[in-house]
């Protein structure tokens, strides 16, 4: 970008634009700005513009240093909205940053909150004003709100601003936020008072509200990475990487280095080091609330979870996180082959437990889409398998409705039903470790290339992975919606078929069961049978011990396997 001089590597600066004010005709749409260097030394005094870029392409003019130079349609109105009489010192990622140059554009999103903290305040632009915006509405909003037309309270609450992900951390990280709609401006304290009749006022006001609970709670367990990337999972970002490298800077246990912006790394070493991230980063404090609620409480986890051992926390949440990266990610780690540079690490323990096992085997994904003869065989099986069951009517109507969800799957969602070839990943007994998969128990692994429906014990029901069998074990892992297919190959032994897809009616009773909640719990004080048990002694509780501990199962996984498993 010719217009931008180089910052000095010595010297930790930045660039600042001074937007100059509109000398003659009142009503031009040019806009004239100088950029200059700053040390952060000279604690160079700005406000920074937090704004959605928008699809569009650059198309509109200014003039940056007297060069002429193109920019998207949506910055141009904000930079026209905020000119003053009088030269406006601003920080805009847009300008002020290198984007052709990688090293840059990462050293810069590496420090993006805290040039955002260093701004007098923060300028988040919405868009411009309807042409009916009123003398009134032109006030301070603190001073008019009420009188806030109509159809500007609309375009307040329908912005792509709320969209985009990159303005959490800026808002986070504000010392002062006003929101800017044409001329008009409103702050956090006085906003929406007019909003509540508009389509977007409901989850809009929760969107602030959690904005501002991460501003009250800034250095709470709320702005841990994992928090954040399920808390904000709805919003996005241009380059899908940004969904994680836009919440970096807000990540309170990032800090160490374990994950940077990166725009040269592909998206398989991005969830690697995501991936590592979890295995490292301590402490994990709200993690360690395994059923946390959702309410904004700084320290929820103290009162029961104080001393709670890392390690089993951890194994027992890096399925959810492998899932909830992948999910962020738009399936796009799948896509990417593994890199050559891969580095496997240890292998990552996990924690699951065994609900059920498969009875019975019916017919392919693509014939049960497309046949109603295998409609037909499927329904015969489903009766045959569950004739003495008292609850064969549920299981009918678990069937029918997980017949209506499967059909609006797309292709990611079959594609997850993979197998797994490996004999690096296993599953074993506590304390029995030591040993891996040989070749030969893999080559007991079936034929087929396709899922295939099954039907399993406790009305379990789904699409199994090609080569399961009848007889092979589903285990279940906390906050998954799907499940594991193992296979016993010895007495503390279990070779990982593939992943299981599950229909949420048959899943949700397994998992809401108090053994599964003991089993993953096992080794710690938080079971429905420790206090019990540890004072009575009763043979009901030591029973529930036993039951938790058959039922608990240890996963030694590479960073592949965890992969396919959780994509």
Request: net charge negative; charged share 25%.
């Amino acid at each position: 970008m010719a217009h931008l001089e180089a910052l000095d590597p010595k010297v930790d600066s930045i660039r600042i634009l001074t937007l100059l004010p509109r000398v003659d005709n009142p009503n031009s749409k040019e806009l004239f700005c100088k950029i200059e260097n700053k040390t952060l030394a000279s604690k160079p005094k700005y406000e920074a513009l937090s704004h959605a870029w928008g699809p569009e392409q650059a198309t509109d003019t200014i003039f940056v240093n007297g060069q002429k130079i193109l920019i998207r349609p949506r910055l141009h109105d904000a930079l026209r909205s905020l000119q003053a009489g009088k030269g406006r010192s601003l920080w805009v990622d847009a300008l002020c940053i290198n984007m052709e140059d990688t090293k840059e554009r990462n050293d810069h999103v590496n420090i993006m909150s805290y040039i955002y903290s260093r701004a007098t305040r923060v300028l988040a632009y919405l868009g411009p004003s309807h042409s009916a915006f009123t003398k009134t509405d032109m006030k301070e909003m603190g001073e008019s709100y009420h009188y806030f037309s109509e159809r500007n309270c609309q375009l307040i609450s329908e912005s792509i601003y709320w969209t985009r992900r990159w303005t959490i951390q800026e808002l986070i990280q504000a010392k002062e936020i006003r929101f800017h709609l044409g001329k008009g401006h409103f702050t956090l304290d006085n906003r929406f008072n007019s909003l509540s009749n508009t389509s977007n006022s409901s989850w809009l006001d929760d969107h602030l509200e959690r904005i501002e609970n991460h501003r009250k709670y800034m250095h709470s367990h709320l702005q841990q990475l994992e928090v954040l990337l399920e808390m904000f999972k709805d919003l996005e970002c241009e380059d899908t990487r940004d969904k994680i490298f836009s919440l970096l800077g807000v990540a309170d246990d990032t800090a160490q280095g374990l994950i940077e912006a990166d725009y040269d790394v592909d998206y398989y070493q991005l969830y690697a080091s995501l991936i590592d991230y979890h295995q490292s980063a301590s402490p994990l404090q709200c993690r360690s609330n395994l059923f946390r609620s959702s309410t904004y409480d700084p320290e929820p986890w103290r009162e029961n979870w104080m001393g709670f051992d890392v390690s089993i926390e951890r194994s027992v949440r890096i399925i959810a996180f492998s899932n909830l990266v992948q999910k962020t990610l738009d399936s796009a780690v799948s896509q990417t082959p593994i890199p050559d540079s891969l580095s496997l690490g240890d292998p990552i323990t996990a924690r699951g437990v065994i609900i059920g096992s498969v009875l019975s085997i019916g017919e392919t994904y693509d014939d049960y889409v497309s046949s109603w003869e295998s409609n037909k065989k499927w329904k015969a099986l489903l009766e045959s398998t569950y004739k003495k069951d008292k609850d064969l009517a549920k299981w009918r109507e678990n069937d029918a409705a997980f017949y209506q969800e499967m059909l609006k799957w797309d292709h990611n969602e079959v594609a997850a039903i993979q197998s797994c070839d490996t004999t690096n990943s296993y599953g074993y007994r506590e304390g029995q470790d030591d040993e891996h998969i040989t070749r030969e128990a893999l080559e007991s692994v079936g034929e087929d290339t396709q899922p295939r429906r099954f039907l399993g014990t406790k009305g379990l029901m789904g699409f199994l992975p090609p080569g399961a069998k009848e007889g092979d074990q589903i285990c279940s892992f906390w906050e998954a919606c799907f499940g594991v297919v193992i296979r016993k190959v010895s007495e503390d032994r279990w070779m990982i078929v593939g992943r299981a897809t599950m229909s949420k009616e048959s899943l949700t009773p397994a998992v809401t069961e108090s053994v599964y909640h003991d089993a993953l719990n096992y080794g710690t004080e938080n079971t429905s049978y420790s206090s019990l048990l540890s004072k009575t002694g009763d043979k009901f509780w030591a029973k529930q011990k036993d039951l938790a501990y058959e039922a608990l199962i240890f996963f030694k996984l590479d960073i592949p396997t965890l992969q396919k498993l959780t994509a």
